[in-house]
Nanobody
Framework: QVQLVESGGGLVQAGGSLRLSCTASGRISSINTMGWYRQAAGKQRQMVADVTGGGRTSYVDSVQGRFTISRDNAKNTVYLQMNNLKPDDTAVYYC??????????WGQGTQVTVSS
């Protein structure tokens, strides 16, 4: 069974920074994409950023230039460095892993709250 354990959420003032981490354990192939999604109250879950095993990244437009996703394949860990946070970034952030051929796993979620 694959498990994703997240850490690093919290409360921060606008303009501040947070770093999220997510470590995957269990049987995982080397062909996977790890990423972060978020869900604000009353809104649908949206992809924030993801990174392939080869290091290719993608971001939603609203975080481009402020957030950086990275991964440590040896540790099966993905990170999300979030800078210049805005109140609109407030949401529950979920770690996601998409594994070959068509498996998908989710973390429990970590709350990020940005005060104005």
């Amino acid at each position: 069974q694959v498990q994703l354990v997240e850490s690093g959420g919290g409360l921060v003032q606008a303009g501040g920074s947070l770093r999220l981490s997510c470590t995957a354990s269990g049987r995982i192939s080397s062909i996977n994409t790890m990423g972060w999604y978020r869900q604000a109250a009353g809104k649908q879950r949206q992809m924030v950023a993801d990174v392939t095993g080869g290091g290719r990244t993608s971001y939603v437009d609203s975080v481009q230039g402020r957030f950086t996703i990275s991964r440590d394949n040896a540790k099966n860990t993905v990170y999300l460095q979030m800078n210049n946070l805005k109140p609109d970034d407030t949401a529950v952030y979920y770690c996601n892993l998409r594994d070959w051929p068509q498996y998908e796993y989710w973390g429990q979620g970590t709350q990020v709250t940005v005060s104005s």
